[in-house]
């Protein structure tokens, strides 16, 4: 099962952690760095991952390349929204865009965030 892992996190967090995957995989040469997509805040990620567009994605895991129309109909919604929808997740890297069309290469999701109080 392969897991998109997604989180919240600063750039100066981004950068860290590609460090320190950089020197592990440097060492480690059974070293697999996991699929994640990071947010810089809770608002983007809700946005880009909003009720609906998870939907879309659930749906989409495991089935290989699918077009608008094939997404319109799993989810049964218009296929202008779903369109959009599906610009908007391949722009944001959770989607892949290929020649057959859209793709999910996950079986799942994975969210990961840390809620502090504010200063």
């Excluded at 805040?41 to 895991?61: C, F, G, N, Y």
């Excluded at 892949?96 to 793709?103: A, E, R, S």
Aim: charged letters at 30%; glycine letters at 6%; hydrophobic letters at 45%.
């Amino acid at each position: 099962m392969q897991t998109l892992n997604v989180r919240v996190q600063t750039f100066g967090g981004l950068k860290d952690e590609l460090l320190r995957n950089l020197a592990r995989a440097d060492t480690d040469p059974a070293f697999e760095a996991q699929p994640t997509l990071s947010f810089d805040s809770w608002d983007t990620m809700h946005r880009i991952l909003a009720p609906k567009r998870t939907q879309i994605v659930m749906a989409m895991a495991g089935r290989g390349a699918l077009t608008v129309r094939d997404v319109a109909r799993l989810v049964e919604r218009d296929i202008k929204n779903v369109h959009g929808d599906l610009d908007m997740l391949a722009k944001s890297g959770v989607i892949d865009k290929t020649d057959g069309g859209f793709v999910f290469p996950y079986d799942r999701i994975h969210i990961e965030f840390d809620m502090e109080a504010a200063a």
